[in-house]
C-alpha cells in the first residue's frame, strides 16, 4: 500500500477478518506500534477463553541489523507468484497448499543466488540429481 496509516491497518485488517472469518489465529508484523491495536480491536476478545482472538506476533529488527532481508525476499517472492494465480482463493486450506508447495519449491528445487544452490543442499545429505526434482522428491516420499 501507498501510505500505512492506522485508518488504512483497520480497512486492511476487517477486509482480511471478512474472508478469513475466524480461521486466523496468529498475526505475524513488523514493530509498528498501530498493529497491536488495530488487531485487538478489529478480531476481538474471548470472554470464553480469556484472551484475545488473535495473537500477534510482532517481529522487530534489533538496532543496527537493518531489514529483515530473508524473510522479505520470500515475501516477494510469494507474492509474485500469488499475484499471477489472483491470490490464495479465499481459503485458509487452499493458502496452506499453496504455500507447502511453494515452501518445497523454495528449498528444495530453486537455486539461491546467495549461497549458490538449493538449500536442502547445504542441510541434508539428500541428492537430487535429476532434471525434474519435482518428480525425484515425490518417487523419494513414496519410499
Known amino acids: 500500500m501507498k501510505a500505512r496509516s492506522s485508518r488504512d491497518i483497520k480497512a486492511v485488517m ?14 505475524t508484523t513488523d514493530g509498528w506500534m498501530a498493529y497491536e491495536n488495530t488487531i485487538k480491536k478489529v478480531f476481538g476478545y474471548s470472554l470464553k477463553d480469556k484472551k484475545y482472538n488473535v495473537f500477534h506476533n510482532r517481529n522487530v529488527a534489533i538496532k543496527d541489523e537493518g531489514f529483515n532481508y530473508p524473510i ?14 489472483r491470490g490464495f482463493h479465499g481459503s485458509i486450506s487452499s493458502a496452506n497448499a499453496i504455500m507447502k508447495g511453494f515452501e518445497v519449491y523454495y528449498n528444495f528445487i530453486t537455486k539461491h543466488q546467495t549461497i549458490n544452490c ?26
Not at 72 to 85: D, F, G, I, P, Y
Not at 118 to 141: C, F, Q
Open 14 to 27: 476487517n477486509r482480511i477478518k471478512e474472508r478469513t472469518d475466524t480461521q486466523i489465529k496468529i498475526m
Open 72 to 85: 522479505e525476499r520470500l515475501h516477494n517472492s510469494v507474492r509474485a507468484r500469488t499475484k499471477v494465480m
Open 118 to 143: 538449493s538449500p536442502y543442499e547445504l542441510a541434508t545429505n539428500l541428492k537430487l540429481n535429476s532434471e525434474n526434482k519435482w518428480l525425484e522428491l515425490i518417487n523419494l516420499s513414496k519410499n
